[in-house]
């Protein structure tokens, strides 16, 4: 089988290329309805041009999220699930907008995080399509608008359609040394606002009611929560608050995030966060904190380390060393994983300096990538799906 799919993808890797570059130059920042919304009709029409069903579903506040699905599918037989996402970090007015290459490496605005990987999933189920395999498979391949702020708009389409899956791939670059991923930590991003006693701040007595001292005591607090060796990490990302530096601030705001690689140490964290706030340092302040965004941890357990096997075994037949690692960042693998299912992160591409404008590409790991996908899904296929 490796032959044929090598063939395949060595005759269609210009287009692979050409397709990259397409929807790389189209701004799909997570804000920018229209642009995600551009990217996902180029993607629609390429999958319809081989007989995949899309089903486009309308989003107002983000772009529209996508399920491919194979006729299987879309007849109701469980199967496998494929997941990637169209959105970005960088807004129009970065600047960042341009597709270059070198003798290595590609450039441009989510040419690694993760164009790669929906060309990767594209170009995958066309080979298994050329192959004449894809007409017996169940497969449904998200591509999903809002990743990047934490799939508040595509959560639940990810859940319902994990649900009915046996085994899920996520198509994330992988790691800048070739790893797998095979768990991720939780994160949570919460708004503090704390409210005190506006004044003169020539005329203030001994007990000063100002929001951003107490927004200082409670950020020192968060700061103590850190726990390197539990996977637990707090951040103060923005601070904003008062009005001049002759009065004494009524208001104060910090926007805070807390990762974690254990469901109980969120919890935990979460509880000291709301006791801090219901507790305040400074006196006559009060203090409220709410969710912003929270995605739960992939917790790396036995179904998962199964389906790594697999791919392991797939690589190790076909002459690829595949080794895995966990990750500090999420993905939408987090949220697959909650449902029982395996999964495994990272099969796309190599990339790296993800988020900044020196994001790249290595060239020649997206054939090899492509190929590899498209032996696994395969292999998934036939051992956790076609004896059920």
Same mark, same amino acid.
């Given at each position: 089988?490796?032959?044929?799919?090598?063939?395949?993808?060595?005759?269609?890797?210009?287009?692979?290329?050409?397709?990259?570059?397409?929807?790389?130059?189209?701004?799909?920042?997570?804000?920018?309805?229209?642009?995600?919304?551009?990217?996902?009709?180029?993607?629609?029409?390429?999958?319809?041009?081989?007989?995949?069903?899309?089903?486009?579903?309308?989003?107002?506040?983000?772009?529209?999220?996508?399920?491919?699905?194979?006729?299987?599918?879309?007849?109701?037989?469980?199967?496998?699930?494929?997941?990637?996402?169209?959105?970005?970090?960088?807004?129009?007015?970065?600047?960042?907008?341009?597709?270059?290459?070198?003798?290595?490496?590609?450039?441009?605005?989510?040419?690694?995080?993760?164009?790669?990987?929906?060309?990767?999933?594209?170009?995958?189920?066309?080979?298994?399509?050329?192959?004449?395999?894809?007409?017996?498979?169940?497969?449904?391949? $998200?591509?999903?608008?809002?990743?990047?702020?934490?799939?508040?708009?595509?959560?639940?389409?990810?859940?319902?359609?994990?649900?009915?899956?046996?085994?899920?791939?996520?198509?994330?670059?992988?790691?800048?040394?070739?790893?797998?991923?095979?768990?991720?930590?939780?994160?949570?991003?919460?708004?503090?606002?704390?409210?005190?006693?506006?004044?003169?701040?020539?005329?203030?007595?001994?007990?000063?009611?100002?929001?951003?001292?107490?927004?200082?005591?409670?950020?020192?607090?968060?700061?103590?929560?850190?726990?390197?060796?539990?996977?637990?990490?707090?951040?103060?990302?923005?601070?904003?608050?008062?009005?001049?530096?002759?009065?004494?601030?009524?208001?104060?705001?910090?926007?805070?995030?807390?990762?974690?690689?254990?469901?109980?140490?969120?919890?935990?964290?979460?509880?000291?966060?709301?006791?801090?706030?219901?507790?305040?340092?400074?006196?006559?302040?009060?203090?409220?904190?709410?969710?912003?965004?929270?995605?739960?941890?992939?917790?790396?357990?036995?179904? $998962?380390?199964?389906?790594?096997?697999?791919?392991?075994?797939?690589?190790?037949?076909?002459?690829?060393?595949?080794?895995?690692?966990?990750?500090?960042?999420?993905?939408?693998?987090? /949220? /697959?994983?909650?449902?029982? /299912?395996?999964?495994?992160?990272?099969?796309?591409?190599?990339?790296?300096?993800?988020?900044?404008?020196?994001?790249?590409?290595?060239?020649?790991?997206?054939?090899?990538?492509?190929?590899?996908?498209?032996?696994?899904?395969?292999?998934?296929?036939?051992?956790?799906?076609?004896?059920?």
């Amino acid at each position: 089988m490796i032959t044929e799919v090598r063939k395949f993808i060595a005759a269609h890797e210009q287009e692979m290329v050409s397709l990259l570059q397409k929807i790389v130059e189209i701004n799909s920042y997570t804000g920018n309805k229209s642009g995600v919304d551009a990217v996902a009709t180029v993607i629609q029409q390429e999958c319809e041009s081989i007989g995949l069903h899309v089903r486009r579903e309308a989003r107002t506040e983000v772009g529209d999220n996508l399920v491919i699905e194979t006729q299987l599918h879309k007849d109701g037989v469980k199967g496998l699930l494929m997941c990637g996402h169209m959105d970005t970090v960088f807004p129009p007015e970065l600047g960042f907008n341009s597709f270059t290459q070198d003798a290595t490496n590609f450039y441009g605005p989510g040419v690694a995080d993760m164009k790669c990987g929906l060309v990767v999933g594209i170009y995958l189920l066309k080979a298994l399509d050329a192959l004449g395999l894809l007409q017996n498979m169940s497969i449904a391949f $998200i591509c999903n608008s809002d990743e990047e702020t934490g799939s508040t708009h595509s959560a639940e389409l990810i859940l319902q359609e994990a649900e009915n899956s046996f085994a899920g791939f996520v198509l994330e670059s992988t790691k800048e040394g070739g790893e797998l991923v095979i768990g991720r930590k939780g994160r949570m991003t919460f708004e503090l606002e704390v409210t005190g006693k506006a004044g003169h701040a020539g005329n203030v007595g001994a007990h000063k009611a100002s929001a951003i001292l107490e927004i200082a005591h409670q950020i020192q607090a968060y700061e103590a929560l850190n726990d390197i060796e539990q996977g637990t990490s707090v951040n103060v990302g923005t601070v904003e608050g008062g009005v001049g530096a002759n009065t004494v601030a009524e208001k104060a705001r910090a926007i805070v995030e807390f990762r974690y690689s254990k469901k109980e140490c969120g919890d935990s964290v979460w509880k000291a966060v709301q006791e801090l706030a219901a507790k305040p340092f400074t006196e006559g302040t009060t203090c409220s904190v709410k969710t912003m965004t929270a995605r739960p941890p992939m917790v790396t357990n036995d179904a $998962i380390l199964g389906l790594y096997d697999m791919v392991k075994e797939v690589g190790t037949k076909y002459g690829y060393d595949i080794q895995c690692a966990h990750c500090g960042g999420g993905s939408d693998a987090n /949220i /697959i994983s909650q449902t029982g /299912i395996p999964v495994i992160d990272g099969i796309g591409p190599l990339g790296g300096k993800l988020h900044s404008v020196e994001e790249f590409l290595v060239s020649a790991t997206i054939p090899e990538r492509a190929v590899l996908a498209t032996l696994v899904v395969a292999k998934a296929w036939e051992q956790y799906c076609c004896s059920k």
